[in-house]
């Protein structure tokens, strides 16, 4: 090797092919960034994690090998949010806590749906008034002796399971006579849907009584004058078996509850007209009612005492 070529390494001229070879990569490299940027649908998100993956890329292979979780976490985030979630990850909204969670769903419905069943508040209903002696006032509904004449049984397909029970009803003949009754009673099978049997005194409003039988239309009241509702334990209750029986309210009831060590817990109603608890759970205590429209009364420090009337100072609104 002569003297020229020992100089041109020793002056550095011998690596020129390395410097292009960096250039080039280096150009390549700022290529891919710029079409990663510019891929179409790209969004301002993805490409700061494009320039962060790239400045990872040149720090060595480990970084790239830290992006794949932070993709996996987004998809699995996106699926089921928990606390556990990086702050980058539960920023990003979720089409999962976006929808509203099963316990709002039931309040909600509550408060914006009627509860009634087949007696609906604003409808009118067809059907034939029937004449029966009523006796003391009792009946079906369970609500003993009553100086209250004014009374109806109610055909057995709406009274529905004793729903029907102390409802206030307005009977309209067809010459226009009015009266308004209150359901104590369940008219048998033989009564047809719509059908009402008046006491002989409410019957005597619309027409003779030598009529019988004549056709009427009905619908659901909410009458203005009411006193207060008040509440009783049927005869053998105690803390293992007991039924609740609501007794003067304005609108029908469509539940009740007693509060227990786990919550409330709703009752299931009798053809009798009372709430019953098999195992005696919650019996004696707080007691919660709900009528029709779904307002909610609740009533404390209501003992265990069998066939005791005990008053409260509450009252559903009228309608």
Known sequence: M??????????????????IAVA???????LVCLVVAFRPGGHQADAGRTSATAAAGSRGTQDPGRAAPAASMSAA???????????????????????????DTP?????????AGRIRPGTDYRGVATTYDAGNGDGSCSYGPSSDVLTAAMNH????????????????AADGATVTVRITNECP???????????????????????GRIPITWKLLSPGASGTVALRYKTGSSRYWCAVQVIGHRNPVARLE???????????????????????????????????YGERL??????????????????????
């Open 24 to 30: 080039a990569l280096v150009a390549a490299g700022a």
């Open 77 to 103: 985030a996106t699926r089921s949010p928990g606390p556990t979630s990086s702050p980058a990850v539960t920023a990003r909204p979720s089409t999962t806590s976006a929808r509203p969670s099963a316990p």
């Open 157 to 172: 397909t709406d009274y529905e399971t004793s729903a029907a029970c102390g409802a206030y009803v307005l009977v309209r």
């Open 107 to 115: 309040r909600t419905t509550a408060r914006t749906a009627s509860l």
């Open 189 to 211: 099978t033989g009564c047809a849907p719509g059908q009402l049997d008046l006491s002989a005194q409410a019957f005597a409003r619309l027409a003779a009584p030598s009529a």
């Open 298 to 319: 609740t009533a404390e420090g209501i003992a265990l005492r069998p066939d005791v009337v005990q008053t409260t100072r509450l009252q559903f609104a009228r309608h």
């Open 2 to 19: 002569n003297e020229t070529s020992r100089t041109a390494r020793r002056r550095g001229l011998g690596p020129k092919p390395r410097g």
């Open 258 to 292: 007693l509060r227990t060590a786990g919550g409330w817990r709703s009752l299931p109603r009798t053809e009798y007209n009372y709430f019953l608890a098999e195992d005696g759970g919650g019996c004696g205590g707080t007691v919660r009612i709900t009528d029709i």
